[in-house]
């Protein structure tokens, strides 16, 4: 059974890590520290650029979030959300990261569907733009119900971790997400994918993709240093990041080509 690695990345170093590290696809996304926002054009662009550098062209799918918090978008949001898909698309993305709840926790129909025609307006003709529902499905309401609707939009995953803290947690609910989806969408678990326990999460709920971070945490390269200041709320710690580690990936590829 062959699985493909989704491997989440928030800046440039980091999809070279998931390049070299053996990742089958590269979720892009910025500010991965807030769960991810729509991530600039540049990064895009040279994102893209780097992957069609390879022998075997790795797809990038980007992430369009407008800000981090609730999935509950204004119309000014929404209008935001397909631009920016309708830039992702028109500089080569392979696929659009997205998804919306209305305040009662089910799934916003109108705002998926806004978005899904964009990437139809905007694709060149032929050309296949593959749809992720991210996980915002995490916080709707009745799971099955939420998976019925995405399925009936036209999606073509839903990242979830099982409605739990982590994919670990959410085994029950993954399996049973993708019995019931049957062949007509792909559970993609996701949260807290470690080489520790990536080998148990695909063969407990019998899916065939998986998403991970592969994130280490690096030193700033910076010599001089100015302590007590933040540039967010100020507990930030300014000389050091999260980045995705070429050895975790490669790890994790290497533990799914044991399946």
Avoid at 122 to 136: I, L, P, Q
């Amino acid at each position: 059974m062959s699985i493909l690695l989704e491997i989440c990345c928030g800046d440039i170093e980091s999809v070279g890590a998931a390049i070299s590290g053996g990742a089958g696809r590269i979720e892009l996304c910025g500010a991965l520290e807030a769960g991810g926002i729509t991530p600039s054009a540049g990064l895009i662009k040279q994102a893209i650029w780097k992957t069609r550098l390879q022998e075997n062209v790795l797809p990038v799918n980007v992430l369009v979030r407008p800000r981090s918090g609730d999935f509950l978008y204004t119309d000014r949001e929404l209008r935001q959300c397909a631009q920016d898909t309708a830039s992702a698309v028109g500089a080569g993305a392979d696929g659009i990261v997205f998804g919306a709840l209305t305040s009662d926790g089910d799934i916003d129909e109108y705002a998926c569907a806004m978005i899904l025609e964009t990437i139809h307006k905007v694709s060149e003709s032929g050309r296949k733009v593959t749809t992720t529902f991210h996980r915002a499905f995490d916080l709707c309401r009745e799971p099955f119900d939420a998976l019925e609707k995405i399925i009936s939009l036209g999606f073509d995953r839903i990242l979830t971790s099982g409605q739990a803290a982590s994919a670990e947690e959410g085994k029950e609910l993954l399996k049973n997400l993708h019995a019931r989806a049957d062949g007509r969408i792909i559970i993609m678990p996701g949260a807290g994918v470690t080489p520790q326990n990536i080998l148990g999460i695909i063969k407990d709920t019998g899916v065939s993709e998986i998403h991970a971070s592969a994130k280490q945490r690096v030193s700033s390269r910076m010599r001089f240093r100015r302590e007590g200041i933040g540039m967010g709320t100020g507990d930030e710690d300014e000389y050091s990041r999260y980045t995705t580690s070429p050895s975790i990936v490669k790890e994790l590829s290497d533990i799914i080509e044991t399946i």
